[in-house]
C-alpha cells in the first residue's frame, strides 16, 4: 500500500510555469508504475501524465506534450509535473496516482490506478 500528498500547486498567469510535487509513504513507491490525472469542474477525470517504475518511459496526453514533463525520483519517493506555458484550460485539480499497471499496458483510464492523493488545485487565469 502507499500514501500519496500532492503540493505545488497555485495560481499562476497563462504562460507561466507550476511544479507539482508528489510524495509517497511506503517503502514500496518504486513497486508501482505514477501518474497525473485532473478533473476540471463539471467535467469528468482525465489522463494528463504517467511514469513508468523506473522512470525510463512516460506517457502524455496530446494537449500537453512539449509543455509538460512528469518525472520520479524512486529514492527520495517523489513524483514530479513540471508544467510550462500553462493556459486557462489546464485548470483543474491534479491528482497523483499509483498503478500496478505499466505504461506500455496503457494508463490513461482512472480506472487503472488503485491509489490516489487527495489532489491539488491548479487556476492558471489569461
Known amino acids: 500500500q502507499v500514501q500519496l500528498v500532492e503540493s505545488g500547486g497555485g495560481l499562476v498567469q497563462a504562460g507561466g510555469s507550476l511544479r507539482l510535487s508528489c510524495a509517497a509513504s511506503g517503502r514500496t513507491f518504486s513497486s508501482y508504475a505514477m501518474g497525473w490525472l485532473r478533473q476540471a469542474p463539471g467535467k469528468e477525470r482525465e489522463f494528463v501524465a504517467a511514469i513508468s517504475r523506473s522512470g525510463g518511459s512516460t506517457d502524455y496526453t496530446e494537449s500537453v506534450k512539449g509543455r509538460f514533463t512528469v518525472s520520479r525520483d524512486n529514492f527520495k519517493n517523489m513524483m514530479y509535473l513540471q508544467m510550462d506555458s500553462l493556459k486557462p484550460e489546464d485548470t483543474a485539480v491534479y491528482y497523483c496516482?499509483?498503478?500496478?499497471?505499466?505504461?506500455?499496458?496503457?494508463?490513461?483510464?482512472?480506472?487503472?490506478?488503485?491509489?490516489w492523493g487527495q489532489g491539488t488545485q491548479v487556476t492558471v487565469y489569461s
Open positions: 496516482a499509483a498503478s500496478s499497471g505499466t505504461v506500455a499496458g496503457g494508463l490513461q483510464r482512472w480506472s487503472k490506478y488503485q491509489y
